[in-house]
């Protein structure tokens, strides 16, 4: 699955366990429809390992931690159960770990959908996947939305109290697993003859996840380095008019052609092949994604060929788009000079994104960008540059679902 997408579940009861090189705390939160646990009794996790409907089960260290959702035994006035995910070992973050949720039959253990965050940084907790209730069936979506302030900043946003004791006790010898400081220690609802508006304290110490090389358009045209993403709003509100990806590039020895071919492939949930949009087949998806065609000029920035994206109009089982461009004629990426992407309003033509491909591989293609439709809704560009060996677009489909 790709960030926002959804499924529907095909079992009554579910399981999410979510694996990474390093071991992971996994929780579930039961939700109203207000985004707010009841009480301390929606939160489940290695303190309070059971709730209606939900229980947690510790992988020991051998294996993942996973949450069980019984969605028949689900209150009816839970809306959603979020599974949520952090380091054990305190303080550290995701930066380098990988983690990957899997969704499973919890009868017979069969794999409903799998999901890997992309591009995770400086966060110490995720909200990875959430089972929810639409009209009167279930569903599960792919999140991935990270937290700076671990399992406890979480816990706070879904209108949790954490409490933490000022000195930590020593443990019995036979104490049952406890949580170090910053991690809830006791989940209870919202504290009783609390003024109207305070703030939370913990709340009030919320702080987003910073350097994870997300950054928006606020201030204008923004020059992408490799692996860096850039979130498709503009004050506040998403670009969901028409956007145009040129590409372009020079040969790199004079008086020697060389025949590149840009192209964007459509993925879906499940990093399905959808579509491709190359000089072949120009337009997909009800017209939503057109190519220009092989060797337009475009303006300004002299792109070699375009494709205009309709964001607004994309159908919603395509959650992931990814630019590629290939030497169909052979020759590799060193011999090409000042292969860039760019990423424009369609309608004003105003250029918002820049990707400049340097350190090219003797290699035959290039994954240059993806699109990714967020949870929120939103769409996030980020820059690839990544080189695999293939002449067409068809050899790029694979590498492609890869990269999402």
Known sequence: MTPGSNIPLTAARVTVDVAAPVRLDVSGLLLTADGKVRSDDDFIFYNQPAGPGVTYRSGGGAGPDAVTVDTAAVPPAIERIVVTASPDAPGQTFQGVEPTATLRNADDNSVLATFTPPRLGTETALVVVEIYRRQGAWKARA?????????????????????EPAQPAPAPQAAPRRPPPGRPARARGPAAGRPAGAPDAARAARTPAAGTGK????????????????SLMKGGRPLLSQVRMGLGWEPAYRGKD??????????????????????????????AIRHSGDNLTGEGGGDDEAIT????????DVTGLVFTVNSFSGQKFTEVAKAYCRLLDATTGEELVRFDLTNAEPQTGVLMA???????????????????????????????????
């Not at 999140?143 to 409490?163: C, H, K, P």
């Not at 560009?381 to 990269?403: E, S």
Request: proline fraction near 3%.
């Open 258 to 287: 060389i025949d590149l071919d840009a192209s964007v492939i459509a993925y879906g949930p499940q990093r399905n092949h959808i579509d491709s949009c190359y000089f072949g087949k120009l337009t997909i998806v009800n017209g």
């Open 309 to 316: 994206v309709d964001l607004g109009r994309l159908p919603q």
């Open 215 to 230: 950054i928006n358009l606020d201030k204008g045209r923004v020059s992408l380095q490799k692996n860096q993403t850039v």
């Open 370 to 404: 993806k699109l990714i439709r967020q949870f929120s809704g939103e769409w996030e560009m980020t820059a690839l540059g990544d080189f695999v060996k293939a002449r067409t677009v068809r050899n790029m489909v694979k590498p492609g679902a890869q990269a999402l």
């Open 143 to 163: 999140v991935g939305q990270g937290y700076a302030d671990g399992l406890a900043g979480i816990a706070t946003d879904f209108g949790v109290t954490v409490e």
